[in-house]
Structure formats: C-alpha cells, structure tokens
C-alpha cells in the first residue's frame, strides 16, 4: 500500500488524505497525523475509499463517537445508525436536497455534533459540490468594531426555526420527540483543538439572539453570512467515487448544491461525531 500523504486543497481550507485504505485498522500514529491535519486544515478529503455501512461506521469512530441524527427515520436500510443524503425525497410536489443553503451541523443541539462526513455511493455525472467556507478565517478579517459587537452575544438555535430559509423535509413524530431542547450558544466559539476563535452562525436553526429586537438579530445574521461566504474563504468539493469527506462544523458551514441533472441520482452515506457545548 502507498504511504500516507495529507496535501492542502486550498491555502486555508481542506487537505486531500491518499495512501490509507480505512477498511484496515489505522494505528496510532497515522491516526495523531489525521486528527492534527483535521483540526488545521477542517475538511478532509480521503480519496478511493470502498466502504459497506458498517466499515464507515468503524472507519467514522477513527475520529470520535457517532451521534444519532435528528431524523432517525432517514436511515440506510438494515443500518439503523447509518444515515443518508439524496435527492430522492419529494414533498408537496416539491424535491428536498439536503443541505442547501450554508449552514453548520444540528446546532439546535446544547452539544452540536463536533465532525459530520459523506461517503459517496452514487454522484451524478457532473455537479452536487459541497461547498464549505472557513469560518476562522471570516471571523479573523471582520472590523475590530463588529468582532466587539458579537463576541458576548448568543443566539437560540432550534430545530424548526420560524426564519429558517429553507424546508428541512419531512421527520417523523418519533424523531421529533427526541430532539432535545434548543441550543443556546455564542455567535463566536473558540475551537477546543486549535485555539482559534471562529463564527458560529445557522440561519437554517437561529431564531433569535439574546438582548435583540428579531428584526437587528436579522439584519446582524444577515451582514455576517454574506461577509463568511464570500469566495475568498471557500473550499469548494467535486466529488469523486470512493470520496469520504469529513468536516470540522466548528470551523466552516457548508451547502449542497441542486445544480445537476435530478434525473440521475446523488446518495451519500452520513455520519456525525460527537461534539461539546459551544464556549
Ligand atoms: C449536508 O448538508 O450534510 C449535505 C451536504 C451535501 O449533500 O453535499
């Protein structure tokens, strides 16, 4: 087998991992290598995987816990804690891609999932990239005057937030049940592993922040979405087959993209790790 290799995608964002098969077990150095380049470089991209279920899961726990989604209905079949993204779901005659606007994991958990992940099973022939923007890197180039402004405020994240930009599909009574109470957490958090402070923003889950009229809770989300998803902070994925990708939720936002061909379909394996409250 090659040797492991970890190169950089971009100058701030994301790092190709080739040389390692994650069916086999990975010792400890390799795995210091991995978790190192993760907390650096946020998303990691391992190239040429061939996982079942089950190997995901055991190559997942490499990284962390697994932690239950929210829609536990929305699972691979006979892999009750192995979750999927695809384009296949349709209410009220309209088609739900996942993840389609910038946001970070379940924050409207009190502990949101620190890592999620995608292995890709089917893609279609050209588009659905997954793009993710350095949430470091946006907080760092903000004006002094703004990063004053945020750094003691919180903001109500919930599951169905009323200003949410998007439809979240379809979850099940069950499901519903036992998501638990909103996460109420800062507009920056400082990352456990690397030190560095970061923006912690999801219009999707937001629905107030703390001390504000929900009209200036808006407009403040607002200026600073549009300021964290500028081009200059993004890493933006073309998937291949046999991709596992990994990211950091509390370091960048991601989205998925609905820019291809509905006819072919686009299904990836999902999981997430474990997390810690937001400080
Ligand atoms: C997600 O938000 O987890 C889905 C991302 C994707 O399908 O590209």
């Known amino acids: 087998m090659a040797s492991l290799t970890i190169t950089p995608l971009t100058d701030h964002t994301g790092a190709e991992v080739t040389g390692i098969d994650f069916t ?23 190239r040429g995987q061939h996982f079942t279920p089950d190997q995901f899961k055991v190559a997942a726990t490499i990284f962390g816990e697994l932690q239950q989604h929210d829609k536990r209905e929305h699972h691979v079949p006979g892999h009750p804690d192995v979750y999927y993204v695809s384009n296949d779901e349709i209410v009220n005659g309209k088609r739900i891609i996942p993840g389609e606007s910038f946001h970070t994991d379940h924050s409207n958990h009190p502990r949101p999932p620190k890592a999620t992940m995608l292995f890709a099973v089917e893609l279609p022939s050209r588009g659905g990239d997954t793009q993710y923007v350095n949430m470091h890197a946006a907080y760092r180039d903000l004006p002094e005057a703004t990063r004053h402004r945020i750094d003691g405020l919180k903001a109500v994240h919930v599951y169905f937030s009323k200003y949410s930009p998007r439809s979240l599909g ?16 800062p ?43 500028q081009k200059k902070y993004e890493y933006r994925h073309k998937w291949r087959p046999g991709d596992w990708v990994m990211w950091d939720n509390r370091s960048v936002m ?20 474990k997390g810690e409250a937001p400080i």
């Open 24 to 46: 086999e077990p990975v010792d400890g150095e390799t795995r210091a290598r991995l978790s190192a380049a993760f907390a650096e470089r946020h998303v990691l991209v391992m």
């Open 170 to 185: 379809h979850i099940d009574e069950e499901s519903l049940r036992r998501v638990p109470p909103p996460g109420i957490h």
């Open 187 to 229: 507009l920056v958090r400082t990352h456990p592993e690397n030190g560095r402070k970061a923006l912690y923003l999801n219009p999707v889950r937001m629905e107030s922040i703390l001390g504000l009229e929900d009209t200036d809770a808006l407009a403040l989300i607002d200026a600073l979405m549009q300021h964290a998803t």
């Open 254 to 273: 991601h989205q998925a993209n609905a820019d291809y061909d509905m006819s072919e379909r686009r299904y990836l394996y999902r999981l997430m790790l």
